[in-house]
């Protein structure tokens, strides 16, 4: 055979795992590497993910031992059991443009999850709907935002050509606050704070988790129902926490209450993808970069990550009024744009609202893809 797969159960495979997409995407002005130390910790079996899903990670080499690809399997028990189904995921995958090769990974993964019962396999995913999805089809001229994936463009065929289908898109939108296209936000979003007796307020860093944890309850309602949706375990909730807390600001996460009662939140964040690329994946470099003169970099975007609003408490233009407070703070901030990702492809009430009452432009296309087994 042209090519082998071995498992990762070395730091040697482990460091060979990690260290590929920094060759394969060499050439790509716009490849952002991963801060490694997050990657390490989502693959170390202590981390809470773990707790509820079966994971393998494999490389494949060629003939003169170097290793040229990379993919994960993963049945995650959560998923199946929210959603009474059997389906395995992979993920991480990365790959030389070669149609045996990509074959061979994604044959791998579905051995693993098929070993195990599942009746089909979807992916990308690194390593659920909570941490990086999906492979970019459209978009490919600018950089990705943070926690957003970059691949090179034929990466999609070698998928197709080993039998995969779309499955779902999921959307990324782009907003300048510096446009005039979003007059008809601005309108709403006065009117709302007019007519009712909301309360907004940033989130309070001093109390991070258990604000958070108000914020998690809402997004678990609105998502609740939504294709792919998996409710995260407390202590996954907390990693969630740690790992983004460096990040969070109460100026970009606006909490809209009634009565003491949260009914509608926003949580966005500056798009640390910037230090990322300047750190090339190391943690140092990266916190230098984020942190400490005179190696700061200037961060001029933003990803908003979440948006939520109570079911009971919709149709009234709470969302106009979370999304313009956080681009009246970004661009007090110097962000006055960015991303809102990701949107499911068939989420027609979501679209509607980025699409016509805030003239948000559709740039960034990402696709899941699944495969019965």
């Not at 009474?84 to 991480?92: S, V």
């Not at 970004?330 to 499911?344: A, D, F, P, Q, Y």
Request: glycine fraction near 6%; proline fraction near 4%.
């Amino acid at each position: 055979m042209k090519y082998s797969i071995e498992k990762v159960n070395s730091r040697k495979t482990g460091k060979e795992f990690l260290m590929l997409p920094f060759r394969i995407n060499a050439d790509d002005p716009h490849w952002v590497p991963p801060l490694l130390m997050n990657v390490r910790q989502l693959m170390d079996r202590k981390h809470p993910f773990h707790e509820h899903a079966d994971v393998e990670f494999y490389v494949a080499r060629d003939i003169s031992n170097k290793v040229v690809g990379r993919i994960s399997a993963c049945v995650n028990r959560t998923h199946n059991e929210y959603h009474n189904e059997k389906t395995g995921f992979f993920g991480f995958l990365e790959c030389e443009n070669d149609n045996e090769l990509a074959a061979l990974l994604l044959a791998t993964a579905e051995n693993y999850v098929k070993e195990k019962g599942m009746k089909s396999i979807r992916g990308p995913f690194n390593l659920s709907t909570n941490e990086e999805c999906g492979l970019l089809v459209e978009g490919f001229d600018t950089d990705p935002r943070l926690m957003m994936t970059h691949n090179p463009k034929w990466l999609g065929g070698l998928v197709e050509a080993a039998g995969y289908s779309k499955l779902m898109d999921l959307l990324a939108y782009w907003l300048d606050g510096d446009s005039d296209k979003f007059e008809k936000l601005l309108r709403i979003a006065k009117m709302v704070e007019r007519r009712g007796n909301w309360t907004v307020r940033g989130i309070n860093l001093k109390d991070l988790e258990n604000d958070m944890r108000k914020i998690m309850a809402v997004y678990n309602e609105c998502w609740g129902e939504n294709w792919g949706f998996v409710p995260e375990s407390p202590r996954e909730f907390t990693a969630m926490v740690d790992e983004l807390k460096m990040l969070i600001t109460s100026e970009l996460t606006p909490m809209v209450e009634l009565d003491g009662e949260l009914v509608a939140f926003g949580v966005a964040l500056p798009d640390a993808n910037i230090a990322f690329k300047k750190g090339r994946g190391r943690a140092l470099p990266t916190i230098l970069a984020l942190k400490v003169p005179p190696f700061k970099v200037k961060i001029d975007r933003v990803r908003v990550l979440l948006m939520g609003v109570k079911k009971k408490y919709r149709n009234r233009g709470l969302e106009a009024l979370v999304i313009d407070r956080i681009i009246k703070n970004s661009k007090k901030m110097g962000m006055g744009r960015g991303e809102l990702s990701w949107v499911l492809e068939n989420n027609r009430e979501m679209r509607a609202i980025l699409e016509k009452q805030m003239n948000a432009d559709l740039y960034k296309r990402y696709r899941i893809y699944e495969k019965e087994l």
